[in-house]
Nanobody, 125 residues
Framework: QVQLVESGGGSVQAGGSLRLSCAAS????????MAWFRQVPGKEREGVST???????SYTNSVKGRFTISLDISKNTLYLEMDSLKPEDTAIYYC???????????????????WGQGTQVTVSS
């Protein structure tokens, strides 16, 4: 059974940093297509960053230069380093795994087969 377990959310002041982790069991990240999404109440889930099967990374414009997605294959864990956080980054953050190979960014949530439980990130001004 595939399980993605997130950790690392919390409350910080604007300008602060957080690192989210997503540990996988039952699936190997090595060649999977992965992403971080976020969602605020009343809005659709938004793609934040993607990592394709070749290691190519992509970021939505609002987080470019501030967020970094990375993968530790030895730990089967996906990370999202978030720096210079802004109040508009406040959301529930989800990690996702496609369950198959992909090339290039995949920003649409529906194809992703596996999801973490979500972790709250709150940034105060």
């Amino acid at each position: 059974q595939v399980q993605l377990v997130e950790s690392g959310g919390g409350s910080v002041q604007a300008g602060g940093s957080l690192r989210l982790s997503c540990a996988a069991s039952g699936v190997t990240y090595r060649r999977d297509c992965m992403a971080w999404f976020r969602q605020v109440p009343g809005k659709e889930r938004e793609g934040v960053s993607t990592l394709d099967s070749s290691g190519f990374t992509s970021y939505t414009n609002s987080v470019k230069g501030r967020f970094t997605i990375s993968l530790d294959i030895s730990k089967n864990t996906l990370y999202l380093e978030m720096d210079s956080l802004k109040p508009e980054d406040t959301a529930i953050y989800y990690c996702a795994a496609l369950g198959s190979y992909c090339v290039g960014p995949l920003w649409v949530a529906d194809p992703y087969e596996y999801w973490g439980q979500g972790t709250q990130v709150t940034v105060s001004s």
